[in-house]
């Protein structure tokens, strides 16, 4: 069964540093891997998908890579904003038999402060 | 174009009454998730369907949950009997075809059983 795990719990930062947030899944057979953003009360907001093929995808600020073999995946990103605070979620898309299902980690609490 | 939409926004009910959960996906998806997300949790998969047809309903925690999608669009969750241990946010997702790109999350319903 795919376990996602997201380290750390919660991050507390000030404005303008960058920082790396990190995904491990136990089961390297996977299709591709995604990072959400969650805000209270909302619903999920995609920020990157990475295939299984590729090792990182960029947009902005945010650049996330992939070590399938390993089960890694870590979200960099840079010079913060308080606008960035949130819940970071990463999932695995598995296939075969989890064909259609989201794995997720349990989040990592971003606080950005000014 | 419009998102997912997920209706009632906030649902408050007694223990053992019976509830149902509406998710609207967007246009022309054909793939519909349904996620369960405790507090301080990742989501959890609970089922999801491809057109009509429930392709994996593998997560649904026991026969008191059922989920329809009768003309392939509207998905309505149905809990029975409903136990305080359901009170969750109910996510609901859509993609253009399962397996195929993003999720598209709807900004769920926070159910609390009394």
């Known amino acids: 069964k795919q376990e996602v795990t997201q380290i750390p719990a919660a991050l507390s930062v000030p404005e303008g540093e960058n920082l790396v947030l990190n995904c491990s899944f136990t089961?390297?057979?996977?299709?591709?891997l995604q990072w959400f953003r969650q805000d209270p009360g909302k619903g999920l907001t995609s920020l990157l998908l990475?295939?299984?093929?590729?090792r990182e995808q960029t947009s902005g600020r945010l650049n996330a890579s992939l070590d399938k073999s390993s089960g890694r995946s870590t979200l960099y990103i840079a010079a913060s904003q308080p606008g960035d605070s949130a819940t970071y979620l990463c999932?695995?898309?598995?296939?075969?038999?989890?064909?259609?299902?989201?794995?997720f980690g349990q989040g990592t609490i971003l606080t950005v402060h000014p | 174009g419009a998102g997912v939409s997920q209706t009632p926004s906030n649902k408050v009910t007694e223990k053992g009454k019976y509830v149902e959960l509406r998710c609207d996906p967007i246009?022309?998806?054909?793939?519909l998730y349904w996620y369960r997300q405790s507090l301080g949790q990742g989501p959890e998969f609970l089922i999801y369907?491809?057109?009509?047809?429930?392709?994996?309903d593998s997560g649904l925690p026991n026969d008191r949950f059922f989920a329809v999608r009768p003309e392939g669009s509207v998905s309505t969750l149905k809990i029975q009997r409903t136990e305080r241990g359901d009170s969750a946010v109910y996510l609901c997702?859509?993609?253009?075809?399962?397996?195929?790109?993003?999720?598209?999350f709807g900004p769920g319903t926070r159910l609390l059983v009394l």
């Open positions: 997702a859509s993609s253009l075809w399962a397996g195929v790109g993003t999720q598209y």
């Open positions: 089961d390297s057979a996977i299709y591709n």
């Open positions: 990475i295939q299984s093929s590729q």
């Open positions: 999932a695995v898309f598995a296939g075969g038999t989890s064909y259609g299902k989201l794995t």
């Open positions: 246009s022309g998806h054909t793939a």
């Open positions: 369907f491809q057109g009509t047809g429930a392709a994996d």
